[in-house]
């Protein structure tokens, strides 16, 4: 199982980004995926995921603000990011269940700052 999670960077309070993850190694159309963070010295978070049936659930934080969606035809699951705060400063992962085990990707480092 591979993960490979980009799109973040350094962006101004109020702006947008658009995250991605590459999946690779399993049946991506039939796995629920998540986008979790963590930001400097807190405990790592779950944002919001995306059911094989494109069911959706998301963190009350970024309710609102952030959309998670998939592409099973490229293996890409993303996560849009309006509206974005200084609070939402953290590395982004993306995640999946597979066999039992939690599988994770590198992160992607999101600041949010004038």
């Known amino acids: 199982v591979q993960l490979q999670a980009s799109g973040g960077g350094l962006v101004q309070p109020g702006g947008s980004l658009r995250l991605s993850c590459a999946a690779a190694?399993?049946?991506?159309?039939?796995?629920?995926m998540g986008w979790y963070r963590q930001a400097p010295g807190k405990q790592r978070e779950f944002v919001a995921n995306?059911?094989?049936?494109?069911?959706?659930m998301y963190a009350n934080s970024v309710k609102g603000r952030f959309t998670i969606s998939r592409d099973n035809v490229y293996r890409v699951v993303y996560l849009q990011m309006n509206s974005l705060k200084p609070e939402d400063t953290a590395l982004y992962y993306c995640k999946t269940l597979y066999r039992y085990r939690d599988f994770w990707g590198r992160g992607t480092l999101v600041t949010v700052s004038s």
């Open positions: 190694g399993f049946n991506f159309r039939l796995n629920t």
């Open positions: 995306i059911t094989s049936d494109h069911s959706t």
